[in-house]
């Protein structure tokens, strides 16, 4: 799983029907420091994230393992959302 | 999911049979100010999409979750045309 | 899907026994003006591509979805063979 | 699978139903000296693996091939403790 | 598939119970001149490979597609022992 912060949100009219009524948000991982760094993505959001929260992100099939997201045409699931992480002796939180 | 730009398209004759009358698009992704970067991958496309839009692509087994490329040798599909994004406090449309 | 040239071919003795018989192409990707970069990787030809040629690439899973790779250890077959590619308005053929 | 070094663990309150007792460690990749390097990801641990192991992670769905990983959204899991590797010559523990 | 050298060999007590009398062998990716390049990944050898030997893995659910790997916890099987590469008119032997 990455670990990534919340950066965004994408508006789609034309989208595959299996879609529909779901919550696409725009991530970007987080380094060690808590710092975002790399190229935004896009994951399903099952658990009502918003924007800033740090979360945990399942890709591959792994991404299709939920309720909501079975079946879909999608490749990323946001499957829990931080509380805190404990890296190298560092507490890091949204 | 990636974000990506429609920047060409491919014309193959010799090809699996399952993909005939398939349309395969030429993508870039784009960051987190509406540019494009990176190499040229090629995805499914499913929604009538055209050069110049944005749109979102699954990859992997994902990108065999709809109708049309359910069991073809195809690794990405697009599954979404983006109305505009919202990133960092930036909008941005095709 | 990744946009390659095929640069040369493997011998192999010793293989998974579902490997005999398959020929096996080395590739490099294209960028967006034809040019090879990156490093060479390996894929199931089933369309009978050679020396120079752009083809398609579908990895993962997806390599798996032909007749001739169905169940195979491997993770990549050329699905098309190129005519020619349109990107941001050039032209590029082998 | 990739050769990584346990550096951190994750709290999470909300998630997905599926991972309710689940130990979510982070890890970053060692080199062939040794040394951590890249950025952290986050696998589920089946071994009681603690701060400083030195592990194998494996990614995609083989991070569910295991009785406690099974069908949840999870994408990578420890499935070994290095009790020491020979890389070039090297010897390396934790 | 990637086109490897074999560099060393892994030793862990503590690990999945699928994974018992696997040969688990560390692999560096090698490059158009046969150099090795890049980070350690680890890989389960079916066919005897040894130091040196140059070979092909094949990842994701691909490394599971042999008996030995089947519905184990592992994502990388070396399915080829290399005699000879031809790339870009050069032959590469180990």
Known sequence: MLISK???????????EQLTGR????LRQIDESGEVFGKPYVAVDTLDAGAGDLVLTAHGSGGRQTAITKNSPVDA???AVIDH?????????R
Do not use: C, F, P, Y
Not at 6 to 16: A, H, N
């Open 6 to 16: 919340v950066v965004g949100t994408t508006v789609s009219t034309i989208k595959d």
């Open 23 to 26: 919550k696409l948000l725009i």
């Open 77 to 79: 699931v946001i499957m």
């Open 85 to 93: 992480l404990n890296i190298e002796g560092r507490t890091i939180r």
